[in-house]
């Protein structure tokens, strides 16, 4: 009676391997890939479609190109899903509670991203192997170098900040069919990675949405770069701002050393090579905008033409023929502009005149018979005596040097306001 029970258990209880070892992995391999179709999707129910988590785990930025529109980062794929064909016993093979199914050999979801910089390329492209765990739960790792299309909108360079998006797809399955569940992004491999010596990745989001028009999902992750401006502030802005600025002192140089025209040509000639070696650091695009940087240089450039222009001017102003006859319309100019500066050289004045008394004999009463004839009023001597071609050309020098300052320090408080004015600030 004992051995017939003994027997009953034997035949009709779950095989029990004891302990685990390759043949018992094989035999397992073997029986859960047995009439197992790949081209057909796991589900209990087709009525729901089959699930698939996706955590991304971001590790490094490798680089950002403005005039390719390529930006590259390094990152890891986590993919789940649930297969109910490859659900198994641990008991039954010797403990074993999950094992390694070849990709080629199981469903998978055939993600692929859009936008890659060298066309569509599916998320999986190397060769491994899928983690199974006894109860139907799959695990895809995959990760790789991701090439993606970015236009970057370089209207507040240096300070701009990039949003770009890296987008894939459900190739070949309807949102019916297979759909993203539970995406999120995982920091934890940041910390093992070289940072990016001109980028700061000030966020990193992952989201889903269906599109109406190809009738799928969109897998999105959105990647925020923001620009490490203090090189391109000190080797860039700076120096072409301290070179027009150091251009002004061209009109406080005297006239007579004739030191102005080549202190000028040399300055303009500082900005033009400089801005020459900077030409290939700038963001080489027109679209949507051209960098408000590149405007703030070309007019700093323009600024140290017209000092030059001005200074040429100023000089001819100098050397001209004492003999030649000042305009009115300069002499106006000259009052006005003495008067803005507050020159007093240059305020209008009179200078007067007194004759010296003369005595004439007088019978009336008076000092010793005598009592002054006349003391002339002022005489006002002629304002034109004190207009020169000198006193011309340092009104002009006055004149500049206001001016000039007053566009410089325009156009640096316009370039500081278009900067402050980023909305991603």
Same mark, same amino acid.
């Given at each position: ?9 034997? %035949?009709?209880? @779950?095989?029990?391997? !004891?302990? /685990?070892?390759? &043949?018992?992995?094989?035999? +397992? $391999? ?75 050999? %199981?469903?998978? @979801?055939?993600?692929? !991203?859009? /936008?890659?910089? &060298?066309?569509?390329?599916? +998320? $999986? ?202 305009p009115t319309y300069m002499k106006f100019v000259s009052r006005v502009i003495g008067r803005l500066v507050g020159c007093q050289c240059c305020k209008r004045r009179q200078l007067t005149g007194v004759v010296e008394p003369v005595l004439t004999p007088d019978s009336g009463s008076g000092e010793n018979g005598k009592k002054h004839v006349a003391n002339f009023d002022k005489i006002p001597l002629d304002a034109d005596e004190h207009f020169t071609w000198q006193k011309i050309a340092n009104d002009f020098d006055n004149f500049c040097i206001i001016v000039f300052i ?20």
């Open positions: 009676m004992y051995f017939c029970i003994v027997v009953v258990i034997a %035949l009709f209880s @779950p095989r029990h391997v !004891v302990g /685990n070892n390759s &043949s018992v992995g094989t035999q +397992l $391999y073997k029986d859960l890939l047995l009439n197992y179709e790949k081209n057909v999707r796991p589900g209990i129910n087709y009525s729901y479609p089959t699930t698939v988590e996706c955590e991304f785990r971001f590790a490094g930025l490798n680089g950002f190109k403005e005039i390719d529109s390529k930006l590259s980062i390094t990152g890891v794929f986590v993919i789940r899903w649930f297969d109910e064909r490859l659900i198994w016993n641990p008991y039954t093979y010797g403990g074993i509670y999950s094992t390694l199914l070849h990709k080629e050999s %199981l469903w998978i @979801p055939d993600i692929a !991203v859009t /936008n890659a910089y &060298s066309g569509v390329r599916f +998320l $999986y492209g190397i060769d491994f192997d899928i983690r199974a765990y006894y109860n139907g739960t799959m695990v895809m790792v995959t990760g790789d170098n991701f090439d993606v299309y970015c236009d970057a909108d370089v209207t507040y360079y240096p300070v701009d900040i990039q949003t770009c998006f890296m987008n894939m797809v459900l190739w070949s399955s309807f949102p019916w069919e297979v759909t993203f569940e539970k995406v999120d992004v995982d920091h934890s491999l940041r910390d093992v990675t070289t940072s990016n010596p001109s980028w700061d990745v000030t966020e990193v989001k992952m989201f889903t949405e269906i599109n109406p028009k190809i009738k799928t999902t969109m897998l999105n992750i959105r990647i925020k770069l923001k620009r490490l401006s203090e090189y391109i502030v000190i080797n860039m802005i700076l120096p072409v701002s301290f070179l027009c600025v150091i251009n002004i002192f061209v009109f406080f140089l005297p006239a007579d050393s004739g030191e102005r025209i080549g202190f000028s040509i040399t300055l303009l000639l500082s900005v033009a090579v400089f801005m020459t070696i900077l030409s290939d650091s700038l963001p080489q695009s027109s679209r949507p905008q051209i960098a408000a940087l590149c405007y703030f240089l070309f007019s700093q450039l323009m600024i140290s033409i017209l000092m030059m222009i001005f200074t040429i001017y100023g000089l001819r102003f100098y050397w001209m023929d004492p003999e030649k006859p000042i007053f566009a410089i320090v325009l156009t640096n408080a316009v370039f500081c306001g278009k900067l402050s004015s980023n909305p991603e600030l």
